[in-house]
């Protein structure tokens, strides 16, 4: 944890602004918050080494291994977890609460025989004042594979696939358990991964069939290490990989999105370009990279369920693979080393991995909910560009940012301030791609709203 020096040092870096151009209609909220850079500074590396050391203790965490054994298998990795978050929940004054979501899978090519597969879920509520049905999700796959993925008795560390991710949501777990936000945020401890996105599968079903507000959901999966199969170390970014359409996208979605060019602003790439957006407010040397792509070349990961049920969501993953440290079976051979061994992790960029994270939960939690029934009037023909929308009724709300750029932009150029909901800007709608985002007086802001033709 950071002391002293450090801590200061640290806390003084959050609070350099972006570098955005902006245009200010109203005294403007700060870029930063002081609360959201306490959290970041808070993320602890020897926390993060230690969970996956523990993890990596249990042999194997395949999803179909030992289930009774207190020291190794599926089951007691689940136990620990479950343990270890309820020791964090202890923070929270009763407004966290952890539990196992367990589900039968049918068989499979990776499942032989109906499983019971188990999700640990922690679940942060809001203050008791909010009222806000808003939910954010960040998970892991705790689960773990050798080189046969059917393979449920070898040694399977999963160190950097996926320890890495499960340490990095257990110790945001801890680190924000003690703050109130305005929204629900979920810690997930995904299993199945390797057999089929089984356990994320099932927990997106069951909330589209619940009706939830599922916000965000941010997934990690293989954050920890650095070095490539060449040995080229990038330790400068994060991957984030978002997809465009979802099979919800159809119909007169689908067709309006096309007409009106927002192939890139569904969703979950608004919710990427969020993550770069405000992470790199927060940290400075280190950085996101989009990737307009579902996940790596024909791969995939846990956040695809959700995306697949039209909720946003994304991907985060290192900006360079070793593939020998991947679904391998622990060995030496002709002098080289195989297998996802704690030896080949890169502990602090993990840590820039979980303040990347930390900073878009906490911003996204503190934050008011986007600005509703955004819209372009279009009533005629014109040189500039009129939208509006529907005040927010949150208590500290400051104002709004509409943010705009250029149709082969993919990030915001431009940002103006207002504390009105309706804004006329200077340049032509055929040119430029809008969005508004609600802001508190704190600087947390909403995901932005895209705004949709009106007369």
Known sequence: MMEGREMKRFLVLCLVPACLSVVVHAQEPPSVNPVVGKILSEISESNIRGTVERLVGFGTRHTLSDTLSSEKGIGAARRWIKSEMERYASASRGRMTVEFHESVVPPSARVPKPTTIVNVVATLKPSATTTSDRILVVGGHYDSRASDPNDFTSNAPGANDDGSGTALTMELARVMAPHEFDATIVFIAFVGEEQGLLGAGRWAEMARNNGWKVEAVLSNDIVGSSVSGSGKKEGSYVRVFSEAYSPVDTGFTFRMRNSLGLENDGPSRSLARYVKDVAERYL???GVKLIYRRDRF?????????HERGFAAVRFSVAVENYDWQH?????????????????????????VARTNAAVLATLGLAPSPPEKAGIVTSRLEYQTTLRW??????????????????SSPQWEQSVFTKDTTLTLDVLKDD????????????????????????
Not at 298 to 306: C, K, T
Not at 329 to 347: A, H, I, Q, S, W
Not at 392 to 406: C, I, P, Q, T
Not at 435 to 447: F, I, P, R, T
């Open 284 to 286: 400075r040397g280190f």
């Open 298 to 306: 024909l791969r995939g990961g846990d956040h695809s369920p959700f």
């Open 328 to 352: 391998q079976n622990v060995r030496t051979e002709n002098g080289k080393e195989y297998g996802d061994l704690t030896k080949f992790m890169d502990f602090p960029y993990c840590v820039s």
């Open 390 to 407: 529907q005040g927010n009724k949150e208590a500290d709300l400051a104002g709004y940012f509409v943010r705009y750029r250029s149709t």
């Open 432 to 455: 430029y791609l809008f969005g508004v985002q609600a802001v508190d007086k704190e600087g947390n802001v909403s995901l932005p709203a895209i705004p949709r033709p009106v007369r």
